[in-house]
């Protein structure tokens, strides 16, 4: 059974870092590209990084550009974001979410492109 886990969540001040991680289990991550989105109290879930399967093509957010940074390790099965320069509005449930294609040169933002999900991660940054 595909299931991904995410991990590394938690209360930072601002302009600290935290490492988020994705475990895969039940399937390979060969032919998936993978998304991080997230979702703050009262607002839509939102796209803020992908990679494709082969990790050669990456996009952000606007908002995470240059503060964000998406990678992966498909023989541990896990996709990482290092969120640096955190600010108050970082804060939100993060998700992983899994996008099984055949172009390993592709990632895509929306969220209706994604058909895995992992539980979600809490990341508040506050001082």
């Known amino acids: 059974q595909l299931q991904l886990v995410e991990s590394g969540g938690g209360l930072m001040q601002p302009g600290g870092s935290l490492r988020l991680s994705c475990a895969a289990s039940?399937?390979?991550?060969?032919?998936?590209?993978i998304g991080w989105f997230r979702q703050a109290p009262g607002k839509e879930r939102e796209g803020v990084s992908c990679?494709?399967?082969?990790?050669?093509?990456?996009n952000y957010a606007d908002s995470v550009k240059g503060r964000f940074t998406i990678s992966r390790d498909n023989a541990k099965k896990t996709v990482y974001l290092q969120m640096d320069s955190l600010k108050p509005e970082d804060t939100a449930v993060y998700y992983c979410?899994?996008?099984?294609?055949?172009?390993?040169?592709?990632?895509?933002?929306?969220?209706?492109?994604?058909?895995?999900w992992g539980q979600g991660t809490q990341v508040t940054v506050s001082s």
């Open positions: 990679i494709s399967s082969s990790g050669g093509s990456t």
């Open positions: 979410a899994a996008r099984q294609t055949f172009n390993r040169a592709l990632c895509v933002m929306p969220v209706y492109e994604y058909g895995y």
């Open positions: 039940g399937f390979t991550l060969d032919y998936y590209a």
